[in-house]
């Protein structure tokens, strides 16, 4: 395996919710020192940036950064996190679009969710975790996924009677975790990074 393979799998990509042509407003600094900043949504791990930009780019909401390493950046000059209510009112307006994208995006990836979603308790499922899906919901998709694995969100929706809106449900999930870091469980928010300190 040669080094840059090895790195490839630490690069840290964002897509940008909010861009902030002359800095965040709750900089102290006069206006001539500020960078460029907003506000970006980690693409696998779902982690909330802000960012400072480099002034010579300019770049709009939905193109995608890489904030993480800092040697791998181009674009960006700082990332660091932040939790939900630290957002611009543009970057939460933002959020769900862009929680919708990547879940489409990334059909395969939402759809093995459905496919290997494991029980977290005797009494608690993962997918029980997902906004609307009860017992009837979560066995009967259990019961579709051992006859054969999903392998689209239209699938999901014909085969498992009530389903509706498979990936709508998930982006509910993702949106749920974003807000509330005081929940319990976190299925999608921060997952990646604990499987990778594992």
């Known amino acids: 395996m040669s080094e840059a393979d090895g790195d490839e799998t630490d690069v840290r990509r964002a897509v940008v919710l909010d861009y902030l042509a002359h800095g965040l407003s ?3 600094r006069p206006q001539y020192e500020k960078s460029p900043a907003g ?7 779902f982690r909330l940036y802000q960012v400072a930009f480099d002034e010579d780019e300019r770049l709009t909401i939905g193109s995608e950064v890489v904030v993480e390493p800092p040697e791998e950046r181009d674009i960006v000059t700082e990332a660091h996190r932040v939790d939900y209510e630290d957002l611009s009112s543009g970057a939460q307006s933002e959020l769900e679009y862009v929680v919708q994208d990547l879940v489409e995006e990334n059909e395969e990836r939402f759809v093995d969710f459905y496919n290997e979603a494991q029980p977290i308790t005797l009494r608690l499922h ?4 997902l906004p609307g899906i009860g017992k009837k ?10 006859r054969k694995p999903f392998e689209s969100f239209e699938e999901l929706s014909e085969r498992v009677s009530g389903l509706h809106d498979p990936d709508e449900i998930l982006v509910e999930r993702i949106l749920e975790e974003l807000r509330d870091d005081d929940l319990k469980y976190q299925t999608f928010v921060g997952r990646q990074e604990e499987e990778n300190a594992r």
Do not use: H, T, W
């Open 26 to 28: 709750d900089d102290g």
């Open 126 to 129: 993962q997918l029980n975790l």
């Open 137 to 146: 919901l979560r066995n009967g998709i259990l019961d579709e996924r051992k």
């Open 39 to 45: 506000y970006a949504l980690e693409v696998d791990d």
